[in-house]
């Protein structure tokens, strides 16, 4: 598999290695992206890797929630610029409220629902994508909802009221009122948006994701030269440290950076005089995944102009 520099240029962005040894590591792995940056890990010339904050979509995220309820929505365009467009913002703002409505399960039933203004969701995107001249489109979204308690949202930057480019709910499962609820909520969007957790507990991680870290772990307890049973710890305490690490409810709270999640949700409750469950949570980053292919602008230009 061929790579070129624009390869090396995000793969050093990805990981925080040198340019010589994102060259070698595509080398290696024969230009396979991911298997480089997990070269690089191995050889402790990386950071651990989330999943990448640098995205290329645009448009926007919309949060709403009601009582018990909150939905998150996904809506892509092509440019920033769009993401800006008042009617693109109302598009987005009303199809999330139609979405905690319906309660849609998934992107198709969304679009299949009813519009305010009249049609679909479907037939006003097109709408939108005829007029506004750009194309855009419904990505995802997800619920949540508890039968006692609140659903908190929160938008980080919010380009306007509940859309934004990071989109939080917060499940809070609970007799206590909304006086407790919703500050305690907003706590730990806020914690959320920051430190990106990959899952609630450290038993819903994806295993596709232990495995992965497990074999980096052995590469790197291999090149020790300790005995097979000391590896053998090493590579499941750093497992043990990714779950940890990457568990919503185990991490340690942006705040203070010392009180596991589980821990400020407990004595939340406890100072309420009732029991409080973080129970579900959603976080939706713009664009996260996708990858947009690079263009040289310039080229383009000329291109488009005949220069060769």
């Known amino acids: 598999m061929a790579y070129t520099a624009a390869d090396v240029k995000n793969l050093r962005e990805r990981t925080g290695a040198g ?21 690089l890990r191995a050889k402790g010339l990386a950071a651990a890797a989330k999943k990448s904050s640098r995205t290329a979509a645009e448009g926007l995220v919309g949060v709403t929630v009601s009582g018990t309820r909150g939905v998150a929505v996904e809506v892509n365009s092509e440019t920033d610029f769009v993401a800006k467009n008042d009617q693109f913002q109302d ?21 299949a629902a009813a519009y305010p203004d009249g049609g679909t969701v479907a037939e006003k995107l097109t709408n939108n994508v005829a007029t506004i001249g750009e194309n855009q489109q419904l990505r995802r979204l997800k619920h949540v909802a508890v039968t006692s308690g609140l659903v908190v949202p929160y938008v980080h930057n919010a380009a306007a009221s509940g859309l934004g480019k990071i989109g939080v709910l917060v499940a809070l499962e609970s007799e206590a009122g909304a006086d407790v609820l919703e500050p305690l909520g907003k706590q730990i969007a806020m914690h959320i948006a920051a430190a990106f957790p990959l899952a609630l507990n450290a038993g819903d991680l994806d295993p596709e994701l232990i495995a992965r870290e497990r074999k980096i772990a052995a590469e790197k307890a291999a090149e020790s030269g300790k005995p097979a049973e000391v590896q053998a710890k090493i590579v499941d305490g750093a497992v043990a440290k990714y779950a940890k690490e990457n568990a919503l409810l185990s991490q340690l709270f942006v705040i203070d950076n010392k009180t596991p999640i589980a821990q400020v949700v407990e004595a939340a409750g406890k100072a309420a005089g009732t029991k409080i469950a973080l129970v579900d949570y959603v976080r939706f980053q713009l664009g996260e995944g996708i990858e947009k292919e690079a263009t040289d602008f310039a080229a383009e230009v000329a291109a488009a102009a005949g220069i060769k």
């Not at 060259?23 to 997990?38: I, P, S, Y």
Request: negative net charge; glycine residues 2%; hydrophobic residues 50%.
């Open 19 to 39: 340019m010589m040894d994102c060259k070698k590591a595509l080398d290696e792995t024969a230009g396979d992206f991911e298997a480089a940056v997990d070269a």
């Open 91 to 111: 598009f987005v703002r009303k199809t999330t409220e139609v979405a905690l409505a319906t309660a849609a399960a998934d992107i198709e039933a969304l679009k």
